[in-house]
């Protein structure tokens, strides 16, 4: 038997939703065929089988989210499959009926039981002691639909007021179970956005395929619900919770952050899961690396002018327009080679250098970014490294892209620039020790040849590294390497 599992989906996805089966149990299966269907909060993909032979058994049923490197189901050899099928099945032992001890045996404590007869009822009432009552523990809760919260005793109220000096915690909120009979497979965004917000999903109509809620009905739901969700959700309710203790002892908390300014109309909606990992993900980036960032303009004119000359050829030979990131990727990669202190980690108090150049190019999402990487970039030219730039950023954005191609990445590439900014700071994707990011590309009047003024096209290119591994020299060189090989190209690539 072979086991299946749950694939990790990127460094900071815990789980996923198994979405759809492929195939079905006793079907044949060959190595690398799509097996089943899975969804996280930025990757929706297939994931093929890892041994041929035949699905024999489903351990976890659509719609169903697991941790990753959870078994979801087993290959058997075709072989043994068969043969399984051709035995005979044994006869069924018929169950012997019980023994039953008479009632006036006398079976001491000290004697052995035996295959012949049990133990009879003692005749001490001090036998049979109170039935054991399994402790409330988070397991038992969950065993049901809906948890229970377990109430106080009486004695415990009535001392409750001299215990505690501050109100007790708002009343616990029923969480709707991550069943999905009626609205079709839920994403972990869904069921995480239920469980955080305390929102009954039988109540929110799913706009998906087969009636699936999506991210969008959710929060459709709670933009007209705003007022009862986030009352339940909130860690400070605005009305004051049942409380036994006396008016005199009930101070309010000190408000966490910063009061929000007065208006007669706000509108509030929810992080998106993919918002908060981004959030977290570049808290802690700051809060691990010492982050220093270095800019250098860049004369981009050469680049430019051969990009002009072979866009049209290079649009209709491939399909797809020519952009000035693979340029920049390709300068990047050479400039690794020639640092490759650039292209490491810390771990501790050592440094890991990669041997390979794994680049990541970010890629704008709605509502967040993601991060594909374009691994072995220094082996690519403008043409390759252009075509999986675009191959990538486009499943990307339609969910589309593999468990591989968004992990494993040694340095990063940021084009801010094609949104028009012409210089920004950007922060480190740990683990990795430094980033680098390109401005937009503009015609501006510029000094050449001593004291003559021409227009040039430039622009400027922003490295960010970590200070605990990479000094300010080093940076400088880096870039200047990288200004280096724009400013003087001269391969073709068409």
Same mark, same amino acid.
């Given at each position: 038997?072979?086991?299946?599992?749950?694939?990790?989906?990127?460094?900071?996805?815990?789980?996923?939703? +198994?979405?759809?089966?492929?195939?079905?149990? /006793?079907?044949?299966?060959?190595?690398?065929?799509?097996?089943?269907?899975?969804?996280?909060?930025?990757?929706?993909?297939?994931?093929?089988?890892?041994?041929? /032979?035949? +699905?024999?058994?489903?351990?976890?049923?659509?719609?169903?989210?697991?941790?990753?490197?959870? *078994?979801?189901?087993?290959? @058997?050899?075709?072989?043994?499959?068969?043969?399984?099928?051709?035995?005979?099945?044994?006869?069924?032992?018929?169950?012997?009926?019980?023994?039953?001890?008479?009632?006036?045996?006398?079976?001491?404590?000290?004697?052995?039981?035996? /295959?012949?007869?049990?133990?009879?009822? %003692?005749?001490?009432?001090? =036998?049979?002691?109170?039935?054991?009552?399994?402790?409330?523990?988070?397991?038992?809760?969950?065993? @049901?639909?809906?948890?229970?919260?377990?109430?106080?005793?009486?004695?415990?109220?009535?001392?409750?007021?001299?215990?505690?000096?501050?109100?007790?915690?708002?009343?616990?909120?029923?969480?709707?179970?991550?069943?999905?009979?009626?609205?079709?497979?839920?994403?972990?965004?869904?069921?995480?956005?239920?469980?955080?917000?305390? *929102?009954?999903?039988?109540?929110?109509? @799913?706009?998906?395929?087969? !009636?699936?809620?999506?991210?969008?009905?959710?929060?459709?739901?709670?933009?007209? =619900?705003?007022?009862?969700?986030?009352?339940?959700?909130?860690?400070?309710?605005?009305?004051?919770?049942?409380?036994?203790?006396?008016?005199?002892?009930?101070?309010?908390?000190?408000?966490?952050?910063?009061? +929000?300014?007065?208006?007669?109309?706000?509108?509030?909606?929810?992080?998106?899961?993919?918002?908060?990992? *981004?959030?977290?993900?570049?808290?802690?980036?700051?809060?691990?690396?010492?982050?220093?960032?270095?800019?250098?303009?860049?004369?981009?004119?050469?680049?430019?002018?051969?990009?002009?000359?072979?866009?049209?050829?290079?649009?209709?030979?491939?399909?797809?327009?020519?952009?000035?990131?693979?340029?920049?990727?390709?300068?990047?990669?050479?400039? +690794?080679?020639?640092? %490759?202190?650039?292209?490491?980690?810390?771990?501790?108090?050592?440094?890991?250098?990669?041997?390979?150049?794994?680049?990541? *190019?970010?890629?704008?999402?709605?509502? !967040?970014?993601?991060?594909?990487?374009?691994?072995?970039?220094?082996?690519?030219?403008?043409?390759?490294?252009?075509?999986?730039?675009?191959?990538?950023?486009?499943?990307?954005?339609?969910? =589309?892209?593999?468990?591989?191609?968004?992990?494993?990445?040694?340095?990063?590439?940021?084009?801010?620039?094609?949104?028009?900014?012409?210089?920004?700071?950007?922060?480190?994707?740990?683990?990795?020790?430094?980033?680098? @990011?390109?401005?937009?590309?503009?015609?501006?009047?510029?000094?050449?040849?001593?004291?003559?003024?021409?227009?040039?096209?430039?622009?400027?290119?922003?490295?960010?590294?970590?200070?605990?591994?990479?000094? !300010?020299?080093?940076?400088?060189?880096?870039?200047?390497?990288?200004?280096?090989?724009?400013?003087?190209?001269?391969?073709?690539?068409?």
């Amino acid at each position: 038997m072979i086991d299946v599992v749950m694939p990790q989906m990127g460094e900071s996805i815990t789980e996923g939703t +198994l979405t759809r089966w492929l195939k079905k149990p /006793g079907e044949k299966v060959e190595r690398d065929e799509p097996l089943f269907e899975i969804s996280t909060d930025k990757v929706d993909t297939e994931i093929p089988a890892p041994a041929a /032979g035949v +699905l024999s058994e489903v351990l976890v049923q659509e719609g169903t989210t697991v941790a990753i490197n959870s *078994i979801v189901a087993r290959i @058997g050899d075709s072989a043994s499959q068969a043969a399984s099928a051709a035995a005979p099945a044994a006869p069924k032992e018929e169950p012997k009926p019980p023994v039953s001890t008479p009632p006036d045996t006398d079976v001491g404590p000290s004697a052995a039981p035996s /295959g012949n007869r049990t133990y009879a009822q %003692p005749q001490a009432p001090a =036998q049979p002691q109170v039935p054991p009552q399994p402790p409330p523990t988070p397991a038992a809760t969950a065993a @049901g639909p809906y948890p229970i919260e377990p109430q106080p005793s009486a004695q415990q109220t009535a001392s409750q007021p001299a215990q505690q000096s501050a109100p007790p915690p708002p009343p616990s909120v029923v969480v709707q179970p991550d069943g999905n009979e009626d609205q079709g497979p839920l994403s972990p965004l869904v069921r995480k956005m239920a469980r955080e917000y305390n *929102i009954d999903l039988g109540q929110v109509k @799913g706009t998906g395929a087969g !009636g699936r809620i999506t991210k969008q009905d959710v929060e459709a739901y709670m933009s007209s =619900q705003a007022a009862r969700s986030f009352a339940a959700a909130s860690p400070q309710p605005t009305a004051p919770a049942p409380t036994s203790q006396p008016a005199a002892n009930a101070q309010p908390a000190p408000p966490a952050t910063m009061p +929000l300014a007065e208006s007669a109309k706000v509108r509030t909606e929810p992080m998106s899961t993919m918002r908060q990992k *981004i959030a977290e993900h570049m808290v802690m980036s700051k809060r691990t690396s010492a982050h220093v960032t270095t800019v250098h303009r860049i004369d981009m004119t050469k680049v430019a002018k051969l990009r002009d000359k072979s866009k049209a050829e290079f649009q209709a030979r491939n399909g797809f327009s020519l952009t000035f990131l693979p340029f920049v990727t390709v300068a990047a990669a050479e400039a +690794l080679r020639a640092f %490759p202190i650039f292209n490491a980690s810390l771990d501790g108090k050592n440094i890991v250098y990669y041997r390979d150049i794994n680049i990541g *190019i970010a890629v704008a999402l709605e509502g !967040g970014l993601i991060v594909p990487v374009i691994r072995n970039a220094d082996e690519k030219n403008v043409s390759g490294l252009q075509r999986s730039i675009v191959d990538l950023a486009t499943r990307a954005r339609s969910r =589309q892209l593999k468990p591989d191609e968004v992990q494993g990445g040694t340095f990063s590439i940021t084009n801010f620039g094609s949104f028009g900014s012409i210089f920004a700071t950007p922060v480190i994707n740990q683990p990795q020790v430094a980033i680098l @990011g390109i401005g937009a590309v503009e015609k501006v009047p510029a000094v050449v040849d001593g004291d003559a003024i021409a227009i040039r096209s430039q622009a400027h290119l922003a490295l960010t590294f970590d200070h605990r591994l990479i000094d !300010g020299a080093l940076a400088d060189q880096f870039c200047q390497k990288v200004k280096s090989i724009l400013e003087n190209w001269s391969t073709n690539i068409i």
